[in-house]
């Protein structure tokens, strides 16, 4: 670790500042250049303990830049974890305040449900595919807390990957039912299709999206526990929204999930 402790907490306090404060800041590393992976982390962590201590539970792990299609956009070669907390959970069919978001986007996902605890390293796609409970599609609406979404892979681990509010609906299934590699996704922003994908964009699988967060928590002493929420990244490229967009997301075999900016 590059950074002592009170300098995490800083960073952390300011990121959570700047989400809370609904403006944007230059990204971390533009003042800690020698900032290690582990202190981005360590950042994410103190970030998520500021938010429990508030009350904010943590309600799912999200994986993020699993898709080419988001790894091209935001110009970075690997995916990365975070955590979404109850506050961000919105209804499927609801409304978002963008006066609460900087700069909204959102992603089309398909989320699992696990049954069962997983454990790394070594944790591979059959593994996932054994411990799901069940399959349910998503929007996460990311709003990265750096100015024009320009930042490094340590910093957007430090901002929590972005994660500021998340919808989950249309119609659950069980993992056996379906080939999650072949799920074709269309996402609609005012009633026109605007990006397509099917669940293979993420890593192949999205189930690899999920073994590569469990090798991860592995790593670090840590399982992902049964009951687990995770949402395993976006499909497409992200997309931006404001007041008075429209999104819907549908996805082969498991229903559609729309939210209205207001
Ligand atoms: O969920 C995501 O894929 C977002 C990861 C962070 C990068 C971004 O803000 O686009
Ligand atoms: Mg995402």
Known sequence: MALDTQTIEKIAEHL????REVRD?????DDYPDMS????YAIQDTLRARKEARGHKTVGLKCGLTSHAKMKQMGVAAPCFGFVSEYMNCPDGGEID???LIHPKVEAEICVVTKAALRGPGCHVGAVLAAIDFVIPGVEIIDSRYRDFKFDLKSVIADNTSAARFVLG????NADELDLRTLGVVLEKNGKIVALAAGAAVLGHPAAAVAML???LGA???ELPAGS???TGGVTEAIAVQAGDHINVRVQELGSVSLRFV
């Open 16 to 19: 959570e500042s700047a989400e």
């Open 25 to 29: 800041v230059t990204k971390v590393t």
């Open 37 to 40: 992976w582990d202190d981005a």
């Open 98 to 100: 963008c006066a609460r």
């Open 170 to 173: 249309g119609r659950p299934r």
């Open 214 to 216: 469990v090798n991860h």
């Open 220 to 222: 670090r002493g840590q």
């Open 229 to 231: 929420l995770v949402m």
